[in-house]
């Protein structure tokens, strides 16, 4: 039984796609990605998951480095409108943020 418990905890946090359900400072940075993959009318289908280190000083966190892995036009797109100059004020501090992007085009698939 401790062992059911326990496994089913663990899975819990597994489950999680990406950190924009939890943290508010990923959440703004998917809607802004996303904003800007919706905007550039680029035909591609696919996803790509961002695992985003933050550099922190005073309260504030900046992107310092962005890893990918996916589809390449999706992550290309993705990492051309991350908000790399902009600080975000955070309530608590985490290191690596993961982000998991899906971008389908709507028309592609009603036919």
């Known amino acids: 039984m401790r062992y059911l418990v326990f496994l089913l905890c663990f899975l819990s946090?597994?489950?999680?796609a990406d950190d924009a359900l939890v943290n508010p400072v990923a959440k703004k940075i998917k809607v802004t990605?996303?904003?800007?993959i919706d905007k550039s009318h680029v035909d591609f289908d696919g996803y790509c998951d961002l695992m985003i280190e933050?550099?922190?000083?005073k309260?504030?966190?900046r992107i310092k480095k962005v890893r990918?892995?996916?589809d390449s036009n999706v992550c290309k797109q993705a990492k051309?409108?991350?908000p790399k100059k902009k600080r975000f004020k955070y309530s608590f501090p985490e290191k690596y943020i993961r982000l998991h992007i899906t971008y389908y085009l709507p028309s592609a698939h009603y036919n």
């Open 33 to 36: 990605v996303m904003k800007g």
């Open 13 to 16: 946090l597994v489950v999680l």
């Open 80 to 82: 051309k409108y991350l």
């Open 68 to 70: 990918t892995s996916g």
């Open 54 to 57: 933050m550099k922190h000083s």
């Open 59 to 61: 309260g504030y966190a």
